[in-house]
């Protein structure tokens, strides 16, 4: 009996998020939650209300005048830099000071003895600018000969120049694609304890703790071993909160340190949203060359991007666009350059995807305008080009692809989702005319995983065996709603195979595991899994030694089995076992590591192998519109994915669902809008439109790829989920392109801009009918 006892939350079966009861009863506790100590204050930024200029003078007299204000920091308060640039390049301050760059940017911190005090004195402040000329958007920096934030990238395979001049079909085009705000249900916040020496304790709302720590060491100007940084769980992150939270935590820690008195800062959203960084959105211009049958023979594009005043992580992120302009597609002959563009914006930064949805788009509008060039269907076009066998699996940054399913996800996803006899019934309901108007498109995704910065790549985990059989897990990733806790507590329970119910797993916090990277770029699980595994495999191996001496057995014959060790012919209970372990003083604890392998990245050359694997999938997404008013809605949409062997089924279910929805929100209703003196108007929910519940598809069909298995050898053979399924957005919008293109009988590529609003799709549908 006892061989037919399972593991309960073992890997690769379904297990509830650790915190989903608490998430839903209110007792989850975020930072906000935690309890102030007697002397708590609150801080809150003074920020400009110019887009551009000079600093004539700043009078805080009425700020420090007003009621409740303890202090006001500035510069001269910062003990250390006034820099908190996540690269390095010292270009983005704390608080300004002889010039602001965009409409939001800090220039003191108010502490006070409550948040509204800091709040209301922080307006209080009286600056005198000379107003200089400002640009906000891609173009006009472009015209304005303002410079890059950091330098461009090319990628380059092949002789592109002759492919296009030889073509027998040739396109060249535009596309826009705009930005979007995390819009995270937590905000940003950060809350400093003031410690003994140079000590602090921070506790935020971070992806990136050891960031946050080096960085308020920096503006301190202490050692990283005086900063602490704690994050239980974040209300949401989707990397804005991977170094847009420098910012507080160095305000906090600086205000708490000065003052010896505990400070929190909390912003409210309409502050949160026009001080920090949101995605990038893009101006790709291309130039495509194809034949007869739609194969593409060359690609020439550039891709501009609004990156803001400073280079944050803009770097990388162009540099992303580029590594997925191919989406699912080989290109014989290609050229993609970054223009990571300087505007008087804020500084853009990571969010889902960190510009390989930008990159994607471009490659599906490609496919797009081929397929209304010839007549076809372009999901004709999109077979034809995929990644094959021979010459045809180099990328432009010359990966060779090794790994790729996409033809058989797409295969699947064409005939589960019925997709011809649709996509007939839609032409025929289009050709009788009427104000609504249906599309169908059916898009991939092919998604490199792992850091393009190759040091990022690395990953540490801590593990305590307690005598008493209970474990306390801790590792550097952070727990943002994704389930990543859960997952390295399912493989935990399956190396000792015991139930996940004996695990504890502890905040994240830098004095526990250190030099940690960013929960980011979907590696969550690929690097602290592996982590976890390292450190218990250390503590097993022991155990079994233990036995092996104790008991005079060899190896093979002690068996880890469903919450008991078996020696030789003697079965003891887990608990039982490691208290003799403990008693004969065996090491019950570890520390894990582990640094992902066969990856190298040559930006100079643009070559290398950057991703360990690729991760796919495909959706089918069906659309109705109202060419009267522009208003559209998705009807259905069929999702197949590749998790590889997946660690939690229901969870990476759970993370396609919400990646798709997200990103068919980035490219339909979420809209970013500066006025004319540049400042950000789409700055609350009142005035930004992200996805409601009502906006989901009204048939939603998501299916895991359950016979696919990582070839590599990642955690349990699984592949990264977050960011790849958020491409799959992209099929809402080529569905409605297709929708809007009937009203000129598919004669003309409509090319929409992405958000696709109601007011975009109704202009699009009274440009072609009239043309």
């Given at each position: 009996m006892r061989d037919q006892v399972t593991i309960h939350g073992a890997a690769h079966t379904d297990l509830k998020h650790e915190s989903a009861i608490k998430h839903v009863t209110g007792r989850a506790e975020y930072c906000d939650d935690i309890a102030e100590p007697i002397g708590t204050l609150h801080a809150y930024l003074g920020v400009s209300n110019v887009a551009h200029g000079r600093i004539r003078s700043i009078d805080l007299t009425k700020v420090r005048a007003a009621q409740g204000v303890v202090d006001v920091l500035t510069v001269e308060d910062l003990p250390g830099s006034n820099d908190i640039s996540p690269t390095g390049l010292n270009d983005e301050p704390v608080f300004a000071t002889d010039k602001v760059e965009f409409w939001g940017q800090p220039l003191f911190a108010v502490?006070?003895?409550?948040?509204?005090?800091?709040?209301?004195?922080?307006?209080?402040?009286?600056?005198?600018y000379e107003v200089l000329p400002h640009v906000t958007d891609t173009e006009a920096a472009m015209a304005a000969g303002y410079p890059n934030v950091t330098a461009p990238l090319t990628l380059r395979r092949g002789e592109v120049a002759p492919a296009l001049d030889a073509a027998t079909h040739r396109i060249a085009g535009q596309l826009k694609v705009g930005g979007q705000d995390h819009m995270y249900l937590e905000g940003h916040i950060a809350f400093a304890i003031p410690g003994e020496d140079d000590d602090v304790v921070v506790h935020c709302s971070t992806q990136h703790p050891s960031e946050a720590q080096h960085m308020v060491a920096h503006v301190l100007g202490v050692p990283s071993n005086a900063v602490t940084v704690n994050v239980r769980r974040m209300g949401g992150g989707f990397g804005g909160k991977e170094s847009q939270m420098n910012l507080f935590c160095a305000v906090a820690a600086v205000a708490?340190?000065?003052?010896?008195?505990p400070v929190k800062i909390r912003p409210d959203r309409d502050q949160d949203m026009t001080s920090t960084g949101k995605r990038h959105d893009f101006v790709v211009d291309y130039d495509v060359a194809f034949d007869g049958d739609g194969r593409i023979e060359a690609v020439d594009a550039q891709f501009a991007a609004r990156c803001g005043y400073s280079a944050d992580l803009s770097g990388p992120v162009t540099d992303r666009a580029l590594f997925h302009a191919d989406n699912t597609y080989f290109y014989p002959n290609v050229q993609l350059t970054s223009r990571p563009m300087k505007t008087n914006t804020v500084s853009n930064t990571a969010f889902r995807g960190f510009g390989g949805p930008q990159g994607a788009v471009m490659a599906e509008r490609i496919v797009e305008e081929i397929a209304f060039k010839l007549g076809k269907d372009p999901l004709e076009i999109r077979k034809l080009n995929f990644y094959g066998e021979g010459e045809r699996n180099v990328t432009p940054y010359h990966q060779t692809v090794e790994d790729n399913v996409i033809a058989r996800l797409v295969d699947e996803l064409e005939e589960t989702s019925d997709y011809q006899a649709r996509r007939a019934a839609i032409l025929e309901h289009n050709a009788k005319g009427g104000i609504t108007r249906k599309g169908i498109a059916l898009t991939p995704v092919k998604f490199g995983i792992s850091f393009t910065a190759t040091w990022y790549n690395q990953a540490g985990a801590l593990i305590h065996i307690y005598n008493d059989g209970s474990i306390h897990l801790n590792h550097g990733g952070t727990e943002m709603g994704q389930g990543l806790n859960t997952k390295i507590s399912q493989v935990v329970a399956s190396e000792f195979q015991i139930d996940v119910s004996r695990i504890k797993i502890t905040k994240t916090t830098t004095e526990k595991v250190p030099n940690t990277s960013a929960t980011a770029a979907s590696s969550g699980a690929d690097l602290n899994g592996m982590a976890a595994q390292n450190a218990c495999v250390q503590i097993r191996d022991r155990l079994v030694r233990f036995a092996c001496e104790k008991w005079g057995v060899p190896a093979e014959d002690v068996v880890f089995a469903p919450n008991e060790v078996r020696v030789g012919g003697e079965i003891y209970s887990f608990d039982a076992f490691i208290k003799l372990a403990?008693?004969?003083r065996v090491q019950l604890s570890a520390a894990g590591f582990y640094k992902t392998p066969e990856i190298h990245w040559d930006r100079a050359n643009g070559t290398g192998r950057p991703f360990y694997y690729y991760a796919y999938g495909a959706a089918v997404s069906e659309v109705s519109i109202d060419t009267l008013t522009g208003e559209?809605?998705?009807?259905?949409?069929?999702?197949?994915?590749d998790v590889g062997k997946s660690l939690n089924p229901i969870l990476d279910k759970g993370q396609v669902e919400g990646a798709f929805v997200q990103g068919m929100g980035w490219l339909t209703t979420e809209e970013l809008w500066w006025d004319d003196k540049g400042c950000l108007r789409t700055h609350a929910p009142s005035t930004y439109k992200?996805?409601?519940a009502s906006d989901r598809p009204r048939e939603f069909n998501v299916?895991?790829?359950?016979?696919?298995?990582?070839?590599?050898?990642?955690i349990k053979r699984s592949k990264a989920v977050g960011e790849p399924p958020f491409v799959l957005g992209i099929s809402v919008l080529e569905a409605l392109s297709m929708a809007v293109a009937s009203v000129a009988e598919y004669r003309e590529c409509p090319r929409l801009e992405a958000p696709a609003t109601p007011e975009r799709i109704l202009m699009a549908v009274d440009r072609l009918s009239e043309a």
């Open positions: 502490v006070a003895e409550s948040r509204d005090m800091a709040r209301r004195a922080a307006e209080m402040g009286e600056v005198d708490a340190k000065k003052l010896n008195r403990y008693m004969d559209y809605r998705v009807e259905r949409t069929d999702i197949i994915h992200i996805p409601l299916k895991l790829a359950d016979w696919s298995e990582n070839r590599e050898l990642t």
